[in-house]
C-alpha cells in the first residue's frame, strides 16, 4: 500500500506539472482519435491493467479508430483535478479532456463480481458535447495477461458495442463565403471562410448551407470514424436577370394557318359550285328534252354558246340555264385551283424551316391572279417558294 500510494502521489505531480501528457486530438480521413485511460479498481488492479492493455491493442489495430497515446490513469486525473472518482460529473470528464486534449476518451472501472471467479468491467466512451455511453462486461478473473486472446476478445467485443456511438465527420466547403450550415434542419454551425467542420452519427443527414444569396442543399452519408468532404460550388450572388425571351413570333405559322383556312373555305366554294354546275345541266338537258312546244329547244347539233344571243332570246330558259352552267364551272375551277394552291402554300409555311427570314421574304413573294372570261376561267399564280 505504501508503494501504491507514493506512485499515485508521483504520478499526479507529473500530471500537474506535464499538462502535455497526451497527444492531442488527431481525427484523420479514415478515423477517429479515442484515448484509454488506464482503468481504475480497487480490488482487481491486475485485471484492470491487463483490459486496458488489451482495449489499447485493439484500437491501434481497429478500422474507424485511431489511439491517442497516454499513460495516464483515470484514478490520476481525478486526483490532480480535484473530481469525485465515483461517478464523475459531467464538468470533471470535460475538464478530463481538456488535460489530455482529446475529444473522446475511454475510461471505466474493474470490481469483482457478480460470482465468484469473475470480474466486471464498467467502461464509459466520453465524446464531447454527447452523452457518455456505458456499457459493462463480466468475464473470468484469472483473465490477467492483455495477450491472452480470450481477452482480446473480450476488448474487442467492448469496442465493437461502443463503435456504435462512434461518430463520423462531414466537412462542409463553400468557395471563401461566411454563412450558416444546418443539418438536419435542426442543429446550426457556422461557416467559417468558407469551410465547417461537424461531427454526427453514422447515417443519413441533409446538410443546406446558406452563404450570402446563395443557398445549396445535400444529403450526405455518414460513416463512423470517416471525414466526408462535401464540396459545394459557389453560385453567383450578383443581381439576377430577367430571363428575356429570344423566341420569335411565329409568322411562318401563323401564315401557313391563315392560308390553310382561306384554301378550306376556297375548296368548300368549289364543291358548291360543282354541285351548281351539274344542276344547271341536269337542267338544260330537262329542257332540251320536254315535249312541250313553249320550251325553247337547240337545233340539232347546235351548242347553246352558238345560238343563245343570236338566233336564240338568251332569256330563254335552256339559255338561262347554260348560262348558270358557265358561271358555276368558272367559280368551280377558280376556287379549286385557288384553293389547292392556298392548302399547298400553307402547308409549306407551317411544315417547312424558313431559314433566313429576310432571304424567304425576298424569294416567297407570291402573287394569286384569277383570269375570268365569258366561258372560261383560270388562275394566274406567279412567285418562287
Known amino acids: ?13 507529473a500530471v500537474v506539472l506535464s499538462p502535455r501528457g497526451a497527444r492531442a ?42 489511439l491517442v497515446e497516454t499513460s495516464q490513469s483515470l484514478g490520476m486525473l481525478t486526483a490532480a483535478l480535484r473530481c469525485a472518482t465515483k461517478p464523475i460529473s459531467a464538468e470533471c470528464e470535460q475538464r478530463i479532456a481538456e488535460q489530455i486534449k482529446s475529444e473522446r476518451y475511454i475510461f471505466g472501472y474493474v470490481t469483482k463480481g457478480p460470482q465468484a471467479g469473475q470480474v466486471t ?11 457518455d455511453t456505458v456499457i459493462r462486461e463480466a468475464y473470468a478473473d484469472n483473465l ?12 474487442q467485443r467492448v469496442l ?15 468557395g471563401n463565403e461566411n454563412g450558416e450550415v444546418v ?22 443527414h441533409s446538410v443546406e448551407v446558406a452563404a450570402g444569396r446563395t443557398t445549396q442543399k445535400r444529403n450526405v452519408l455518414v460513416t463512423a470514424g470517416k471525414e466526408t468532404v462535401v464540396d459545394l460550388a459557389l453560385a453567383s450572388t450578383g443581381p439576377t436577370e430577367p430571363v428575356k425571351s429570344d423566341k420569335p413570333f411565329p409568322t411562318r405559322k401563323v401564315v401557313g394557318g391563315g392560308l390553310m383556312l382561306g384554301g ?69 375551277w377558280v376556287t379549286g385551283i385557288g384553293g389547292g394552291v392556298l392548302l399547298l402554300a400553307g402547308a ?9 427570314q429576310e432571304k424567304a421574304a425576298a424569294k416567297n413573294k407570291t402573287r394569286l391572279v384569277p383570269s375570268v372570261g365569258q366561258s372560261s376561267g383560270g388562275l394566274i399564280l406567279t412567285g418562287s417558294f
Open 121 to 131: 468491467a464498467e467502461i464509459h466512451l466520453y465524446q464531447k458535447s454527447k452523452p
Open 183 to 204: 443539418i438536419d434542419g435542426d442543429k446550426r454551425v457556422p461557416l467559417e471562410n468558407g469551410t465547417a467542420r461537424i461531427e454526427l452519427s453514422p447515417g443519413g
Open 160 to 174: 465493437d458495442r461502443l463503435g456504435g456511438s462512434a461518430v463520423g465527420t462531414i466537412i462542409v466547403r463553400m
Open 348 to 356: 409549306y409555311f407551317l411544315f417547312t424551316d424558313g431559314g433566313d
Open 264 to 332: 378550306a373555305a376556297a375548296g368548300a366554294i368549289a364543291v358548291i359550285s360543282a354541285l351548281a354546275y351539274g344542276d344547271a345541266l341536269d337542267k338544260g338537258e330537262t329542257i332540251q328534252a320536254s315535249t312541250n312546244p313553249q320550251d325553247a329547244k337547240l337545233p340539232a347539233g347546235k351548242k347553246a354558246d352558238d345560238v343563245c344571243g343570236k338566233s336564240l332570246a338568251s332569256n330563254e330558259a335552256i339559255c338561262k340555264a347554260n348560262a348558270d352552267a358557265n358561271s358555276a364551272s368558272t367559280v368551280a
Open 25 to 66: 486530438d488527431q481525427s484523420t480521413a479514415h478515423s477517429v482519435s479515442v484515448a484509454v485511460l488506464a482503468l481504475d479498481s480497487d480490488d482487481a488492479e491486475e485485471q484492470a491493467d491487463a483490459l486496458t492493455g488489451a482495449l489499447r491493442s485493439r484500437i491501434r489495430a481497429a478500422q474507424g479508430w485511431s
Open 1 to 13: 500500500m505504501p508503494r501504491r500510494w507514493l506512485a499515485l502521489v508521483l504520478t499526479v505531480l
Open 144 to 155: 490477467k495477461d492483455q495477450n491472452d486472446d480470450t481477452l482480446r476478445k473480450i476488448a
